[in-house]
């Protein structure tokens, strides 16, 4: 059974920095992709930067590049999205998915993918 948990949301400053984890069980990250993607009140899901299964490649959409990055430890089978420079606009309920093939399309279209966890809240004020 495919299980992704993320964790590590929480309460931060502007300027502030969080990491959140994705934990995965029940697939391998040799062989899917992970994607993270956000969903703000009375917004549309939108996807915010995937690793690659098959090179460790990542990429980022516009909106956070250079500020947030994705790694990934395999032996943990966790995957982490490292979040710098919040701002207010970046406060969403933040999910990661698992699918064998995520692209950049993917990340415009905020989907779809195979497996979702239940998302983290990460909440950006003073």
């Known amino acids: 059974q495919v299980q992704l948990v993320e964790s590590g949301g929480g309460l931060v400053q502007p300027g502030g920095s969080l990491r959140l984890s994705c934990a995965a069980s029940?697939?391998?990250?040799?062989?899917?992709?992970i994607g993270w993607f956000r969903q703000a009140p009375g917004k549309q899901r939108e996807g915010v930067g995937y690793i690659s299964s098959s090179d460790d490649n990542t990429y980022l959409t516009n909106v956070v590049r250079g500020r947030f990055t994705i790694s990934r430890d395999n032996a943990k089978s966790t995957v982490y999205l490292q979040m710098n420079s919040l701002e207010p606009e970046d406060a969403a309920v933040y999910y990661c998915a698992a699918d064998e093939d995520i692209t950049s399309a993917t990340m415009m279209f905020g989907g779809p993918a195979d497996y979702w966890g239940k998302g983290t809240l990460v909440t950006v004020s003073s």
């Open positions: 029940g697939l391998s990250l040799d062989s899917y992709s």
